[in-house]
DNA sequence: GCTATATCGTTTCATCTGAAACCAGTTGGA
DNA sequence: TCCAACTGGTTTCAGATGAAACGATATAGC
């Protein structure tokens, strides 16, 4: 009879921490811009490297194209995004940020950036270094398993 | 103008590494027991320390009170947990498995353990033991921000 | 060219999740 | 012994999510 603890099992403990840390972020977006975390990870991909497709921001953010769509069509709607026919193909778009997105963008980054650290604000970089490669090799291990193909 | 890759943006991997996870578990346990892991992790703790009420399988499992209510009335309507009276408070109940919550039980954890195992095939008991107190610690961080207490 | 098939993106629908309202039962004070 | 405040659990409602169906455009094979 296999005994198992559900405190020890680790598909249990990563999604409480990830629950957690995920709740604690896409409250304080909320309240500080108004960006889901879905629109904020488009505007932070288009931020990037502008001219994509929804497409690509979907391979770019592993979301499904839904909430890509979602997520694209409530930022041009705010006036943060703006959309560029695409020449090769009618179908789709090419996303940019605009004037006031980008301020957006410039706001939003920093205080992303000290909400991470609060939460991983104990770990020295060398923790940081292992703790993200853990991430990769999870992320590779059950990618398989996962219908999506990211 | 602070510029961040939304690749090395922490809070991003975890979260998408738990989703597929998360994902992978939860269909293998549809497919193969008809569970979802609200519902499995009810029956993992019940399975550990029977004649909790529902508000003791919240704290023990993380989960929202309504969660609990739910996974727990699928799991009575199907037979694999039964409700006692608490003496000593009649609005709540213990809940403990049936024999065939139990058989099911004996059944689930194996499969369970060897999923984990899958996933986090490629990682020595060192690392294991590194990357749940990894867990723990963010864990702890997160939740002063997370309106819900424990 | 023309038609069959594939792709980009949106819409629809069914499901999951938790906040808030709610009901039943409990507890602490006057 | 009341009644007000509280607690355990369920139900209701609103938002988030993704699978499947859909319309519009592209592409490949004939």
Redesign the interface.
């Known amino acids: 009879?296999?005994?198992?603890?559900?405190d020890d099992?680790?598909?249990?403990?990563?999604?409480?921490?990830?629950?957690?840390?995920?709740?604690?972020?896409a409250?304080?977006y909320q309240a500080l811009f108004g960006l889901k975390?879905s629109e904020w990870?488009l505007v932070?991909?288009i931020?990037?490297g502008p001219g994509m497709t929804q497409q690509a921001l979907g391979l770019?953010?592993?979301m499904d194209k839904v909430t890509v769509s979602r997520a694209a069509a409530a930022l041009v709607e705010r006036g943060l995004v703006a959309r560029q026919p695409n020449p090769g193909d009618q179908r789709s778009h090419m996303l940019a940020l605009t004037t006031t997105g980008r301020a957006l963008y410039?706001d939003v980054?920093?205080k992303?950036?000290e909400?991470?650290a609060?939460?991983?604000?104990?770990?020295s970089p060398k923790?940081?270094a292992?703790?993200?490669a853990?991430?990769d090799?999870?992320?590779a291990?059950?990618?398989p398993?996962?219908?999506?193909q990211g």
């Open positions: 009879m296999a005994t198992l603890k559900l099992f680790l598909p249990y403990r990563l999604s409480i921490a990830s629950n957690r840390v995920s709740a604690a972020i409250s304080a975390i990870r932070a991909v931020a990037e770019a953010t592993r410039d980054a920093p992303a950036l909400l991470e609060r939460v991983f604000g104990g770990f923790e940081i292992t703790f993200r853990m991430l090799r999870i992320e291990s059950a990618a398993f996962d219908p999506e």
